[in-house]
């Protein structure tokens, strides 16, 4: 369930985008990847089985690119540039502000 409804967002947010358009409206979502936050204290009880052996840390530090999750501040200014005025034009993405975590997956799925 939770895959289908993180699939639907990106969905929703294309096939919406032309409809408010005509109400001069945009619609954009924003898709981060693990962020340092206090309820990720808890993602650990939440653990795939084959992975409970593996460190916490280390295994969302190899979600990114840069080695480290996501702060708070990075997603909020992704935030802060799709509600500006400068992105009056675009509508009908979803903005990854992952660290390169997408491009990673893509990357490994290419070699496998």
Do not use: W
């Amino acid at each position: 369930m939770y895959a289908e409804s993180k699939a639907a967002i990106p969905a929703m947010v294309r096939n919406l985008a032309p409809e408010l358009a005509e109400g001069n409206i945009t619609i954009n979502a924003i898709a981060p990847s693990a962020t340092a936050i206090r309820v990720a204290a808890y993602a650990p009880n939440y653990i795939h089985p084959a992975l409970v052996d593996v460190p916490f840390e280390s295994l969302m530090h190899s979600m990114s690119a840069f080695g480290r999750l996501g702060q708070p501040h990075e997603i909020a200014v992704v935030v802060a540039f799709l509600v500006s005025p400068d992105t009056s034009f675009i509508t009908g993405i979803t903005m990854a502000a992952a660290g390169a975590d997408a491009h990673r997956r893509c990357e490994q799925r290419e070699r496998s």
